[in-house]
């Protein structure tokens, strides 16, 4: 079942069930964290570019670890998340030029 959030600029975001096993399949300490995932999109810390367009919302999921949340706006209506991860590489994330706040 495909499960949807809110961006920052009030874009339906989806999360399809495809997306989902495909995170946790990499990142299995994420099993239990996709209500976050989502909060991370509707409401994160802060957005980064990404690349080829997209966009990677940051919200701090423990101390000194972050989860990054990467998705892409089609339009003004809708979207999709590509992946999400968490990381601990601040210095590889704060290279990129920041959208928000």
Do not use: C
């Not at 966009?55 to 979207?79: C, F, H, P, S, W």
């Amino acid at each position: 079942m495909t499960q949807t959030t809110i961006s920052k600029n009030g874009v339906t975001i989806r999360l399809p069930e495809e997306r989902w096993e495909h995170i946790t399949q990499r990142h299995q300490g994420l099993n239990n964290q996709k209500e976050f995932v989502l909060k991370t999109i509707a409401d994160p810390e802060r957005i980064l570019d990404a690349n080829e367009g997209a966009l990677m919302a940051v919200r701090t999921l423990a101390q000194a670890k972050v989860l990054v949340v990467v998705y892409r706006e089609i339009d003004d209506n809708d979207g999709f998340i590509i992946t999400a991860f968490p990381t601990r590489r601040f210095n590889s994330l704060n290279k990129r030029r920041q959208i928000w706040p």
